[in-house]
């Protein structure tokens, strides 16, 4: 079993692999035409994450037409929002969440539930079943997002922390997974991780694949009360050290992805997002279910 230790030097050659794109002059030279890319790729693997997978070309072309595309499509508009809502993360972390749920409810929901916590069970299309009563989310939510305690803790390891209390509670009635992906990636941001955004998150989530995802959420989610987000003790629980050496793993390969040229989502016939064999492993097709079967819209 992994010490504590172990898990923060992995997550420190996660941050060191992050701050080295900075550095990378293949990455640097390509500017801005990089950083769309990487949008496009982050956005476009999120999607598939959630069982919409659409080719490159299509997302960015629009309009959407099928029912995944436009699911793809609001969660490129999710994506693109990130950037502004990185000044914002850390003083208002409930009005970013509000604000990512209604980019992921608009025209799914009643214009009254838009942005709205839920008020009962949410789309669950990696079948989790983790997700706690409505009634005790916005308690767990506040606890989560403002962070209290000690506060020695690491910015990968909050920010991974924060991930996988946001995927457990699932606060929103639709697009947990595409809400709290992105708001992990506005709090790296803010905390200096990542500024730039070269990296795509979700294509390095989506390497290490849904299966290996879902198993480590449901060992961190039988952990018991959540754990401080903050704070660097949490890592003797198993399941939590255990879910930050997957997450640290996803971090890795989201550098990884980015020095390998995140210009070429698209290409191929597929065009989809982390091909090989850890993208294979993040399809529903690998899980024996349908992913997009919360998805219907």
Sequence with gaps: ????????????????????????RQVTARGTEHLRASLLMDAQASAALEGAVVPAEVLAQGPPRAPLERLAARVLALHADVAGAVDLVSRAPLQVLARFGSIMSAGVLAPSEVGRPRTGPPEDPWHLQLAPPASAVPGLLAQVVRPRGAGDAPALVTAGLVHAHLMVLAPFPTGNGPIARAFTTALLRSRGIDVDGRAPLSAGLREVGRPALVSALRAFAAEGPPPQVDDVTVLVRPGVAGWLRVWAAAVTAAAAVARAGGGAVGGGAGGAVGGGAGGAAGDPSSTGADAGAGHPR
């Design 1 to 24: 079993m992994a010490t504590p230790s172990d898990v923060l030097a992995q997550l420190a050659e996660a941050r060191a692999a992050l701050d080295a794109l900075a550095w990378d």
